[in-house]
């Protein structure tokens, strides 16, 4: 192209030397202009044409469907850590180009207030701040199709926060880290609590029971009584279904059960090694921890990656934030931001057991002192009780304080409660006692438990407080789930011998219930 161009010029530039007359100098002057429209056109070509600058980081602008997101990279005149934003998008699984981290040292003082200013401007609504989201916040478009997660990263590992990360989010992303269905949320938290031991769909049954006399990882038609043992002597926890696999967690390895194969030995496939202490398929990943942190990896085991090295006892993901409790800091929950590597308290004491009900509150098992009941004064007249009151007052004041001193040296009396906490303010509130290594499901409105005060019963509370209501009156129950509007337990007699006498899957209120093992 190029050399065709300059024959062109050399044969135009010959002509017009030949030419003397007044019309010659104005075709001159069109033929000039002409070559430049021509050499214009070939540079943006030839430029087009050139691969993009390595160190050129990518614009909101490049990316489908984002031009109506004001590019804080612009505003603030600094380039994303294309790395750092690599990684952060590595991490949530979405597009590279999607993600940016701009170094707070960079950014001009005023360069995020304009940027927000001008989200706001383009018909975007901030919901909530940094500190109610755990250091990230969003922006969502009018039409809810598009948004903006934006939070403090810790860059270095140490504390420190030092880079600002950005993630766009379109209307698909928006179901998975923004429009969080916490109906779902608090079935599938609620059931890891207690180990998910099964999952049911609309056909069949999978977990830990019994066939005959063996134990273990069975399978089982809903239709029927018959119990197919997948695994004997198995005691799967965090048992998961996707597309006609599950997924399950024995002592020392993570299996595939391919349901459509119906020789049990062909049908079971160990995909990873090791104890794996929590399990969840978000985003057709697979995402784990083990006493090395927390992983994801391909539905068939392949491609691990690790997200972070942190100690994650009971972690659970929702949206782009890990829930879990910190075993070096007093066992307490946290949360753990995929995006900005934040990690902030949730409770300021340790929990046993906790899932989010809702998008504002976190409910959760502590010990709390209980405060002594004040004695019911009895139907004695006054003159009476101030005849018993001088006599009492004369007898204390000629013995020691001993008694007292003791009973101050005294532990106070605890008990398991049921608590509701702000994710806003960290405002708590004691909701009703339960039994000790009880875990919380949740189904609507109301929260699920074991009660301490009645032989192990199931009763419900609402999430606003009140009255408990008892849902069954079998007795020690243990690892309560859920599955959309019905409940399942385990019934144990520990007078027997074999210790589990049903698996019951009850409706909320306990009014109908049948033994799933027939």
């Not at 024959?7 to 530039?13: G, H, R, T, Y």
């Not at 994650?312 to 066992?331: F, S, W």
């Not at 999430?463 to 019934?491: A, N, Q």
Request: with cysteine; proline share 3%; glycine share 8%.
């Amino acid at each position: 192209m190029e050399y065709s161009l300059k024959i062109f010029l050399l044969q135009k530039a010959k002509q017009v030397t030949m030419i003397k007359t007044k019309e010659s100098i104005t075709a001159m002057k069109r033929y000039f202009l002409l070559i430049m429209a021509v050499l214009m056109t070939t540079a943006m070509l030839l430029t087009a044409c050139q691969p993009q600058s390595e160190d050129q980081a990518p614009t909101i602008a490049s990316y489908e469907g984002y031009s109506n997101i004001p590019d804080l990279g612009d505003i603030a005149g600094v380039k994303s850590d294309k790395p750092l934003a690599s990684a952060a998008a590595a991490r949530m699984d979405v597009d590279p180009e999607t993600v940016f981290v701009y170094p707070l040292g960079d950014i001009p003082e005023d360069a995020l207030n304009v940027w927000t200013k001008e989200l706001k401007a383009r018909g975007f609504e901030k919901n909530g701040t940094l500190e109610e989201a755990g250091n990230t916040v969003t922006w969502y478009s009018d039409d809810r199709k598009i948004g903006v997660v934006a939070g403090y990263m810790d860059t270095d590992k140490q504390g420190g926060m030092d880079a600002l990360g950005v993630f766009l989010v379109n209307k698909s992303l928006a179901g998975r880290y923004v429009d969080i269905d916490y109906d779902v949320v608090q079935e599938g938290w609620g059931n890891a609590n207690n180990g998910a031991r099964f999952f049911i769909d609309d056909k069949k049954i999978f977990g830990f029971g019994y066939v005959g006399a063996a134990e273990g990882m069975l399978s089982k038609n809903t239709d029927s009584s018959a119990a197919l043992m997948l695994i004997e002597g198995a005691h799967p926890r965090y048992v998961h279904e996707w597309d006609k696999t599950v997924y399950a967690c024995l002592s020392d390895r993570l299996v595939a059960i391919d349901t459509k194969e119906k020789d049990p030995e062909e049908a079971v496939t160990t995909l990873l090694d090791g104890n794996l202490q929590s399990l969840q398929i978000v985003n057709e990943k697979l995402w784990y921890t083990t006493k090395n942190g927390l992983f994801y990896c391909d539905l068939d085991g392949e491609n691990t990656v690790k997200v972070t090295g942190k100690k994650m006892k009971d972690a659970y993901l929702v949206g782009d934030k890990v829930y879990y409790r910190d075993t070096e800091d007093e066992n307490t929950e946290h949360a753990y931001s995929l995006l900005t590597e934040a990690d902030t308290r949730v409770t300021e004491e340790a929990v046993s057991s906790f899932f989010l009900g809702s998008k504002g509150n976190g409910y959760y098992i502590a010990k709390r002192d209980v405060k002594p009941e004040e004695p019911a004064e009895d139907e004695e007249t006054t003159d009476e009780k101030t005849t018993e009151k001088a006599a009492e007052d004369k007898e204390a004041s000629e013995e020691t304080t001993t008694a007292a001193e003791e009973a101050s040296k005294e532990e106070p009396e605890t008990a398991w409660t049921l608590i509701r906490v702000s994710l806003k303010d960290g405002e708590t509130t004691d909701l009703t006692t339960v039994r000790e290594g009880t875990a919380l499901v949740g189904i609507g409105s109301k929260v699920y438990y074991v009660s301490d005060e009645h032989q192990g019963q199931i009763y419900s509370i609402s999430k606003s407080g009140g009255t408990p209501k008892r849902v069954t009156r079998d007795e020690d129950c243990k690892y309560l789930m859920t599955f959309h509007d019905m409940i399942l337990y385990y019934d144990y007699d520990d007078e027997t011998e074999e210790g589990l006498e049903h698996i019951y899957i009850s409706t909320p209120d306990g009014f109908m219930k049948s033994d799933i093992l027939g």
